[in-house]
């Protein structure tokens, strides 16, 4: 389970106990069913949406160290340029966009020292909206590797 969710992880559980257990002791079955079926549900789909599997890394990565693997299950759906504060010019951004179904952590692709951290507020805009990696909430994490600096949306030179 992902550490990071853990309140949404608590608040969703609690909730689909809850909905467990008025279901079962209600005497009319056309409302039990269904509140059991629905804290079913939503314990079953928390566990799901919020697991941190461990990642085997194939042996062939660790052979080449200028390989930059995935920093996250999805598909990507948009390559473009844009402006980034931390390398102060035009980079190409990679979107992943993440469906309920895929594993919901992000991590750090390649080896590196921090060298810049911004985190923004923003919306909670959907996903698929054409705006969403633009406002939505976000965290900025600048590197220096030893092929250069690297940061969520550049690749090092």
């Known amino acids: 389970m992902s550490k990071y969710g853990i309140d949404n992880i ?11 257990v008025l279901g079962a002791f209600l005497s009319k079955w056309f ?16 566990l799901w949406f919020f697991r941190d599997p461990e990642r085997k890394i194939s042996p062939d ?10 920093p996250a299950d999805g598909k990507v759906v948009e390559i473009k340029e844009i402006f980034n ?25 390649i080896e590196g020292v921090i060298d810049y951290f911004k ?6 805009l959907i996903a698929f909206h054409p705006k969403s990696s633009e406002l939505n ?7 220096i590797t030893p092929f250069g600096k690297f940061s ?3 690749l090092p030179e």
């Open 119 to 124: 985190y923004v507020p923003g919306k909670y």
């Open 85 to 109: 504060e931390y390398f102060g010019e035009n980079i190409m951004q990679i979107s992943i966009f993440l469906s309920p179904l895929d594993v919901h952590v992000n991590r750090i692709p």
């Open 31 to 46: 409302l039990s069913y269904p509140l059991i079926i629905l804290g079913l549900i939503t314990i079953l789909f928390t």
């Open 10 to 20: 608590i608040i969703l559980i609690i909730i689909g106990f809850i909905s467990l």
């Open 137 to 143: 909430e976000q965290t900025n994490i600048g590197m």
């Open 152 to 154: 969520s949306s550049r």
């Open 61 to 70: 990565a660790t052979k080449e160290p200028s390989l930059i693997l995935s």
